[in-house]
């Protein structure tokens, strides 16, 4: 659906009266956009098109709130991007979470007879029909197998949501639209904000593809190396019945691991060394997400990390997952390394790999902004560290600097400061930088040869082949098209102006401190052999014009030194 699709007016009536509940201003900027005119100071007409404000963060919550579970969604994504909202708007919107009552049972079961495709007493022994958890795209209950008797836990999608997302999906793409000539629209990037946004919740529309996540998810903790893969899991999806708008999981019993009551049993008594030993799990495990599995889970709050009645860990709600692809995997190990040794011109190398240029970069204020940050975050506990804020002021100092972060950055910033906040919640004096040191030799092993050292050496051999192979074929063409001058070099050095003009300067000097060195010895060799008036008379000329040119270019030399 494009967004020049004709939108339901009544649903445009509907977000207009939400609007104008929490403020008429916000409304009257977007109806007047393009349209009222000011006089400016110098007695020209201007067209306020070039001033919408966003809304404070929490009118913003709650206008999202109000608007519906797509808009709660939207809000949910902009938590994602710290490198576009200051701190106070990503944490208004972390928590978003929409207000939505749970559907009447029978509008559920009818999905689900739709999605089995057969009666639910010849597949399930028992459902509960009070949900024990309800969201803007599906809600969640719990069951009894009649196979093997196993309880599994179904995710149904919402009946018509498909039909709500497309939209509203429309109606965000036309306000884009109409906000991208302004200054608000082109420093956020609404267009692209939009599409991507867009595209993020048709996939999370999509069960079939959280199933895939989930299980990847599973198969990478199951093969951990850092920590031990007994205590930490993933509920294991059942395939044959799980479609598009339905997810059934394993069933696991536990509780959000901030409400969990710990003994200590297995640390002495200690329940201290059992907090901090679970906390090291869930540092180890999530960062062989970030750094060296490349799929991560982006939204690890504690309702989605559950202390199992057996010990163990869960990771649920694999809706939300990001990735890193091998290059920003190697970027961010070494930004790491970067911070742990307080290197401000390497952290400003590397999110110059990371980030895309958007004018002209101020280097050294990058450096210096890096350098601040890192005087301020380095050695110190997660009780006085904020790594949401440290991460934040990291995205901003390079847009600043007209750097755009990548979208999966910002995924995973937001992962990083959601784990960040449990950690201090549960265990407040464990050190992120320091949980992740004992890791750097393995994790820089890893970027250097791979997991496997054979297949890493036959992979450099067969490029060091393709390259001897290239190489004759290469240098023949250019010395080829070098002999017959048909090769043409074109190199642009930008601001050469200023030193082609110096250079000219200099040059021009120099010939005429040559002209009049030139006149000078003429006029002395004529005057020692003038033996006639004549001959005395050019001499004399001689000394004249060097002399005049000789205190020109004096005055010349004095005022351009004096004009720097």
């Not at 884009?176 to 599409?195: H, I, N, P, W």
């Not at 998810?217 to 044959?240: C, H, S, Y």
């Not at 992740?436 to 890893?446: E, G, I, N, S, Y």
């Amino acid at each position: 659906m494009t967004a020049s699709t004709k939108i339901d007016s009544s649903r445009q009536r509907e977000i207009a009266q939400v609007l104008l509940q929490h403020g008429w201003d916000y409304m009257r900027q977007i109806l007047t956009i393009g349209k009222v005119k000011r006089v400016a100071g110098d007695g020209t007409n201007q067209t306020l098109n070039d001033r919408v404000d966003i809304p404070p963060p929490a009118i913003l919550r709650s206008i999202l709130v109000d608007l519906g579970p797509v808009y709660v969604k939207l809000g949910q994504l902009l938590s994602t991007r710290p490198d576009l909202l200051p701190p106070d708007y990503i944490t208004a919107l972390s928590d978003l979470q929409s207000n939505v009552p749970p559907i009447d049972w029978l509008e559920i079961e009818t999905v689900l007879q739709q999605q089995i495709q057969g009666p639910l007493n010849e597949v399930f022994r028992e459902i509960d029909r009070q949900p024990i958890a309800a969201g803007s795209i599906a809600q969640t209950h719990r069951a009894v197998l009649k196979s093997d008797g196993r309880q599994v836990a179904l995710k149904v999608q919402r009946p018509g949501i498909d039909r709500l997302v497309t939209r509203d999906i429309g109606l965000i793409k036309q306000v884009a639209e109409l906000l991208s000539g302004t200054d608000f629209g082109k420093r956020y990037d609404l267009v692209s904000l939009a599409a991507e946004f867009s595209t993020a919740l048709q996939a999370e529309l999509d069960f079939t593809q959280e199933a895939r996540y989930t299980e990847a998810l599973r198969e990478n903790l199951l093969a951990g190396r850092w920590f031990d893969t007994k205590k930490i899991m993933v509920p294991e999806v059942d395939r044959q019945l799980s479609t598009k708008t339905l997810l059934v999981l394993e069933w696991l019993d536990g509780v959000p691991i901030l409400a969990a009551q710990f003994t200590g049993k297995e640390y002495g008594g200690k329940i201290e060394d059992e907090r901090k030993a679970i906390t090291v799990l869930c540092f180890r495990a999530f960062f062989q997400q970030y750094l060296v599995d490349g799929l991560f889970h982006a939204d690890p709050h504690p309702g989605n990390l559950f202390y199992l009645n057996d010990g163990r860990v869960a990771v649920l709600d694999c809706g939300m997952m990001g990735r890193l692809d091998k290059k920003t995997q190697a970027a961010l190990i070494e930004m790491i390394l970067a911070i742990i040794s307080s290197d401000a011109q390497r952290c400003a190398q590397i999110t110059l790999q990371l980030a895309e240029p958007m004018g002209e970069l101020d280097l050294s204020r990058l450096e210096w902004d890096y350098d601040r940050l890192l005087h301020k975050y380095n050695n110190l506990s997660l009780q006085n560290m904020d790594a949401s804020q440290a991460f934040y002021e990291i995205l901003q100092a390079a847009r600043r600097n007209n750097l755009r972060w990548p979208s999966n950055i910002g995924l995973f910033a937001k992962s990083l400061a959601n784990l960040e906040g449990v950690g201090r919640q549960f265990n407040p004096e464990i050190n992120l930088f320091e949980e992740v040191r004992p890791l750097m030799t393995d994790m820089f092993q890893r970027q250097l040869i791979g997991d496997d050292l054979v297949q890493s050496l036959l992979r450099t051999g067969l490029e060091l082949k393709q390259l001897s192979l290239q190489s004759p074929r290469q240098l023949a063409f250019l010395l080829d098209r070098f002999s017959s001058e048909t090769l043409k070099l074109k190199i642009e050095i930008k601001d050469l102006d200023g030193v082609q003009r110096s250079v000219n300067d200099g040059a021009n000097r120099r010939s005429f401190s040559t002209v009049v060195g030139a006149l000078i010895i003429g006029a002395a060799i004529v005057s020692t052999n003038a033996q006639t008036p004549e001959m005395q008379l050019l001499s004399n000329i001689l000394f004249g014009v060097a002399s005049i040119l000789g205190g020109w270019l004096m005055v010349k030399i004095i005022r351009s030194d004096n004009s720097i």
